[in-house]
């Protein structure tokens, strides 16, 4: 079965007047702007919009693959035993990526590049957001509409992109790699006078309070677009090395990155009904808060490492946990026992944060990358330091965080101190499926065993999502059948 539930949230308004353009489909824009739209309008919009699809039902999806989560009733059922379908996402395509983030990301940048560029702030920062939200779309489908997408009239049928095209670029097609889209908006940012203190524009036009990210920090801006070249460099890693160790070795050289707890790029919601996470709203007040618990697995992992963050990710409402592994089909005990998400993920009243960069991925990336590529850094002291970062977020008293990173320094062979790497932030990121996913399908690591009741293709585990249908129904340049769901990516070699 698949549920939708409305998704009304703060920035809605914004998305419903500028994010709908049936004429053009759902991944294309009239090229003219609207005039009485100002960029601090559309800038939380952008990021609200990318937060959304980085939190919400995408992110349930990538949480159940990665067995993090146990899926017991609804589409999350379907997904614990690998049966997903191009239904099931339309609204995360259409509504929260394409005719959100991305939509809203295009008209600011024109809007910051208008009036002589005297509002550069807006289309630096709307070149960052649209790279990550162009990264979140390739790496969940593959080939999408990317160059011709956002276009209006001049292409109402874009072509799909292939994957590789998107990340490496490719000239005689006219494509900009991602991160040269992403370099870009860091010049645009580059070249603003900011003040020391607050890192806000002293000259042109700048985000102030409208930036619910960063309070229109432009350092900060800097640090996330550098850390962004970061994530997309050590997605493709496996397939490009030499290439990912060329940007995480500009990136190094520049010095600019997200380095400290303080600076990680996150999304706060509001407490208030209609602005929560999406993530609070579906597990704690919705009709469909039954549809998940805690898997089994997950718990027996960190109770084998004796890892402190567990009643700090999850609650245990019982005498113990209550959890059940993937792909069980059983009867159910009563769901107030149930262990799930805890406030950590959320907030206590849905507030967020959703994690989207962060300073413990940051120095996962490095380590991982130190230990497989050559790059500069000792990789015990960069994994001890993405421990340390994840857990003082997660408030674990530093005698706490020393004990553990002892008990679990790296250890034997490349291979399993990868694992122990890459083990490391697949606990952190608990709450983001999504990167946690990428991570999964790129490295083979944690290696998750197939779940109970294996269904889907051949009982193989998804490791891409299916277009959705709209587009399909929609977009001859669509393959139709298109790929299924255990057909790799171009980036995917484990």
């Known amino acids: ?114 009036n002589n560029g005297t509002a550069k702030a807006y289309s630096g920062i709307g070149k960052i957001m649209k790279g990550y939200a162009f990264a979140m779309a390739t790496d969940l489908w593959g080939d999408i509409p990317y160059s011709q997408a956002l276009q209006g009239e001049a292409f109402p049928q874009p072509r799909l992109d292939k994957q590789e095209d998107i990340y490496k670029g490719n000239q005689a097609q006219g494509i900009q790699s991602l991160f040269d889209l992403v370099r870009e908006g860091l010049r645009d940012l580059d070249g603003l006078t900011v003040n020391a203190t607050t890192g806000r524009v002293t000259t042109g036009v700048g985000p102030t309070t409208d930036d619910i ?11 996330a677009g550098n850390t962004l070249l970061l994530k997309l460099a050590n997605t493709i890693s496996r397939k490009e090395p030499e290439l990912a160790r060329t940007v995480i070795n500009e990136v190094l050289t520049r010095n600019v990155f997200i380095k400290t707890n303080a600076d990680d790029f996150n999304f706060a919601f509001g ?36 890892d402190p963050r567990l009643p700090v990710f999850f609650t245990r409402p019982a005498a113990n946990y209550v959890t059940f592994d993937n792909g069980f089909r059983g009867t159910l005990p009563n769901s107030t026992t149930w262990s799930r998400w805890n406030d950590y993920i959320f ?35 960069l994994y001890a330091e993405g421990i340390r970062a994840s857990m003082t977020l997660a408030g674990i008293p530093t005698a706490q965080i020393d004990t553990y990173i002892t008990a679990n320094a790296l250890r034997g062979t490349t291979q399993e101190r990868l694992a122990q790497i890459m083990t490391q932030k697949y606990i952190a990121f608990t709450g983001n499926g999504l990167e946690i996913w990428n991570d999964v399908r790129r490295t083979n690591l944690p290696r998750l065993e197939r779940s109970q009741n294996a269904a889907g293709i051949d009982g193989s585990p998804q490791v891409r999502l299916q277009y959705v249908t709209t587009e399909l129904t929609r977009n001859p340049n669509f393959p139709n059948p298109g790929p299924l769901t255990n057909s790799r990516l171009w980036w995917d070699v484990d």
Request: net charge neutral.
């Open 1 to 114: 079965m698949i549920r939708h539930f409305k998704k009304t949230y703060i920035l809605i308004p914004a998305l419903l007047a500028l994010g709908s353009c049936q004429k053009f489909l759902d991944v294309n824009v009239t090229p003219n702007n609207p005039t009485s739209v100002t960029p601090a309008v559309l800038l939380s919009t952008v990021e609200g919009a990318a937060a959304f699809a980085n939190a919400n039902e995408l992110n349930r999806f990538a949480s159940v693959a990665v067995q993090h989560l146990y899926g017991a009733n609804g589409t999350p059922a379907g997904t614990d035993i690998y049966v997903t379908t191009g239904a099931e996402f339309n609204n995360q395509w259409q509504g929260e990526l394409y005719n959100g983030a991305l939509i809203n990301a295009q008209l600011m940048i024109g809007l910051g590049d208008a």
């Open 347 to 381: 907030g206590s009243q849905g507030q967020g944060s959703v994690r989207m960069l962060t300073n413990f991925q940051r120095a996962f990336i490095l380590a991982e990358s130190a230990l497989i590529l050559g790059t500069p850094g000792d990789p015990q002291a």
């Open 213 to 223: 990210i960063y309070g229109g920090n432009i350092i900060r801006w800097r640090q």
């Open 271 to 306: 407490s208030a009904v209609n602005s929560q996470d999406p993530r609070f709203f579906y597990t704690r007040t919705s009709l469909f808060r039954d549809d998940l618990a805690m898997s089994t697995r997950y718990l027996t992992l960190l109770q084998s490492l004796n």
